[in-house]
């Protein structure tokens, strides 16, 4: 059964080792990340200790931010089982975050907890916004539409907005003129 298998299946130090300066960490880092020993991880990186349990291979793996099967060399690819639906965007940024220290990963959660509350606020007020414009509409439309809205615009002496279109009388009207029939214009006195 074991000539079936190019190699025995161990911890992959090369990858071990390309973890860790992923993250710029050093054997002691990791030691504080993981909770596995100095001395193990100097044993287990300097090949004298030719086995290492699943416990700590797991431990390595978590703390590293990839699967147990990419440190011993089953896969290629470092992103944990359940994350495999990343883009390679997201899955970029994780190895990029891990790489951060965890107070710094908590800084960063920070932030991006604050822009998703920002984000849901603005869509919550796009939303009222769409809201208020429906009813606004639907007012207009009670009113008699968008011509008679204009006409009590121009009545109460306001620069109406441009509901329909621009209008073809550009004089302003007085404040108080009925919007039904204008009043007659001043005539001229030639002389």
């Known amino acids: 059964m074991m000539a079936c298998m190019e190699k025995k299946p161990g911890l992959n130090v090369e990858r071990l080792n390309e973890m860790m300066e992923r993250r710029g960490w050093g054997p002691g880092e990791l030691a504080y990340q993981s909770g596995v020993g100095y001395d193990t991880i100097y044993k287990i990186r300097s090949a004298k200790r030719p086995r290492t349990s699943a416990e700590i291979l797991a431990q390595l793996a978590q703390a590293l ?18 994350k495999q639906s990343l883009s390679p965007l997201q899955q970029a940024l994780m190895v990029e975050i891990g790489k951060l220290s965890p107070r710094r990963q908590r800084d960063l959660w920070q932030i991006v907890a604050g822009l998703l509350r920002a984000d849901a606020e603005d869509r919550a007020s796009l939303e009222r916004d769409l809201r208020v414009n429906r009813q606004l509409r639907e007012a207009v439309e009670r009113l008699g539409g968008e011509q008679a809205l ?42």
């Open 150 to 191: 204009q006409e009590l615009f121009e009545w109460l002496g306001f620069s109406p907005p441009a509901l329909a279109g621009e209008r073809s009388d550009p004089q302003p009207r007085r404040a108080g003129a009925l919007p039904s029939g204008e009043e007659p214009d001043e005539e001229e006195e030639d002389g």
């Open 65 to 82: 931010g990839c699967s147990v099967d990419y440190l011993v060399g089953l896969t290629d690819s470092p992103v944990p089982y359940g």
